[in-house]
Structures are given as C-alpha cells and as structure tokens.
C-alpha cells in the first residue's frame, strides 16, 4: 500500500460547481498537510497548510482533515477554468525537515466553461 | 521578493556527460530542497539543506547524485555519469523553517538525456 494514495482522474466539471478533491494516507505521524495546485510545466504553488485535524478555508478553497479516517480533502467553490491544473496533496510528520513532503501523485482538475 | 529561482530551465545532455542544476532560495529562507518528478509520477524528495550542511539525503540515490548548498551562492544538485532514466523533472523548494509546512518551489528543470 502506497504510503499517499490520490486519484489521478482525469475529473472534469462545468464552470461554477463544487469540486472535491481527496487523498488516503496510511502513516498515522502524518501531521501536517498541504494541498499544491500545478500548471503544465510549472512548479508547484502552495494553496493550503493544515496542522492536525479539522477545517481551514481561504476564499474559495476550503482544506479538510480527518486524521480517524487517515482522509484529506481540498474543496473549490464556484469552479473557473483558471483552476484547471493537477492539484497534489502533501503532507509530513513533525520534528523537522527529515524525509520531506510525501506526496500524492495528483489529480488533473478540468473546469469546461 | 522574488521566488525560489532554478536554471536552467531546460537542460539536454548526453549519456555519460554530468548535470549542474542550481537552486537560489527565497530572500531569507536558509532551508533547501530537492525533489524529482518522473513521468506519471509524483514528486519524490530527494535531499535536504541547510547552508554547508546536508540534513537529510534519504531520497538520494547512493551514485552520481549529489548535493550541495555553500556559504555562498546557489545550491547545485549535481548528476554524474547520466542515464536516460535520470530524465525528469527537478524541483527545488525553499522555507524558512525547516519543517516543509510552508516550502515554496521554484520553475523546475527539465532534464533531457539523449
């Protein structure tokens, strides 16, 4: 079992709807998550940082926790098609910079207007 | 405040010939690190930094890898003898604070090897 398990979709919306966006996780020391939004040949821009469980929103994006369910998820309201990219959760353990970010491996979001 | 800069941008070489990838941290971030994304995969960690002094290099392969970040200047992760397998992207992220929460990361390089 991969360590950070994350649908590679591709998942494909109209404009305006809610998405959801998710990741399974399987180190129960994870305490710190991070969602990652990348465009096509870019690097990855960090949208959202939550520590241990519970919620977090920032405008449209609003970031989930559940750490009984080993469960993150990152929902987008009112969807544009400026939001279309892969969109990568992360997430580490506490004490330190040792072993980096796990990551999923993303999923591609497309917002058809 | 400029970003986490990488170059180049593009890098091609042939097998057997060395890579030099350079990585400039934010403005006031002392922390330094290395990921590699293959095709259809995701990002890897490879090694950690801080200035002279490698933290943890867990992600390293354990031949012609290797990382530096000195007093001065860049950090460079230097590939010896390259392969085709060691086409990727490489990605260089910076915080400051050395607990990835809020790592930022820069353009990528995309090694080529023909």
């Known amino acids: 079992q991969k360590e950070v398990e994350q649908d590679p979709g591709p998942l494909s919306v109209p404009e305006g709807a809610i998405v959801s966006l998710n990741c399974t996780y399987s180190n129960s020391a994870f305490q710190y998550f991070m969602w990652y939004r990348q465009y096509s040949r870019k690097g990855p821009e960090l949208l959202m940082y939550?520590?241990?469980?519970g919620n977090k929103e920032d405008g449209r994006f609003t970031a989930q926790v559940d750490k009984s369910s080993k469960y993150i998820s990152l929902f987008i309201r009112d969807s544009q098609p400026s939001d279309s990219a892969t969109y990568l959760c992360a997430m580490s353990a506490p004490g330190g910079g040792a072993d980096g970010l796990t990551f999923g491996k993303g999923t591609h979001l497309i917002i058809q207007p | 405040n400029a970003g986490v800069m990488q170059n180049p941008r593009h890098l091609v070489r042939r097998r057997g010939q060395e890579a030099r990838l350079r990585c400039s941290p934010m403005?006031?971030?002392?922390?330094v690190y290395w990921y590699r994304q293959l095709p259809e995969e995701g990002l890897k960690f490879m090694v950690y930094?801080?200035?002279?002094?490698?933290?943890?290099e867990s992600g390293m392969p354990k031949e012609r890898f290797s990382a530096e970040f000195p007093k001065e200047g860049p950090s460079i992760l230097r590939i010896q003898q390259v392969v085709r397998g060691d086409s990727a992207a490489y990605f260089c992220?910076?915080?400051?604070?050395?607990?990835?929460?809020?790592?930022?990361f820069g353009q990528g390089t995309r090694l080529t090897v023909v």
């Open positions: 930094l801080q200035k002279e002094n490698i933290i943890d």
């Open positions: 403005k006031g971030h002392s922390h």
């Open positions: 992220a910076s915080s400051p604070l050395g607990t990835h929460t809020e790592a930022f």
């Open positions: 939550t520590y241990s469980s």
